[in-house]
Nanobody, 123 residues
């Protein structure tokens, strides 16, 4: 059974940093593009960042570009999201997701999802 487990969320003041991790129980983890998405209360799930299977390419939502960094360690089946200069509007549940042989910003293109981790940024 495939599982994606996020960790690293929490409460932080505006301007602070958090590092999210996502451990994936995928046998062929290195064949999956990995994405981070977020969902705030009353809003739709939105794209945050994506990384190719090799880590050679990344893409970010405009709202986080320059503040967030996605990375992966295929030896550890783990993808990370380093979040700096956090703002109150970054408050949401953050989800990691896996898309087989894909590199996409669309929710519907992802095959597996984690349960999410809460990030709360206070002003």
């Amino acid at each position: 059974q495939v599982q994606l487990v996020e960790s690293g969320g929490g409460l932080v003041q505006a301007g602070g940093s958090l590092r999210l991790s996502c451990l994936a129980s995928l046998r062929t983890f290195s064949r999956y593009g990995m994405g981070w998405f977020r969902q705030a209360p009353g809003k739709e799930r939105e794209f945050v960042a994506v990384i190719t299977w090799s880590g050679g390419n990344t893409y970010y939502a405009n709202s986080v570009k320059g503040r967030f960094t996605i990375s992966r360690d295929n030896a550890k089946n783990t993808v990370y999201l380093q979040m700096n200069s956090l703002k109150p509007e970054d408050t949401a549940v953050y989800y990691c997701a896996a898309a087989y042989n894909a590199y996409d910003v669309r929710v519907e293109e992802y095959d597996y999802w984690g349960q999410g981790t809460q990030v709360t940024v206070s002003s």
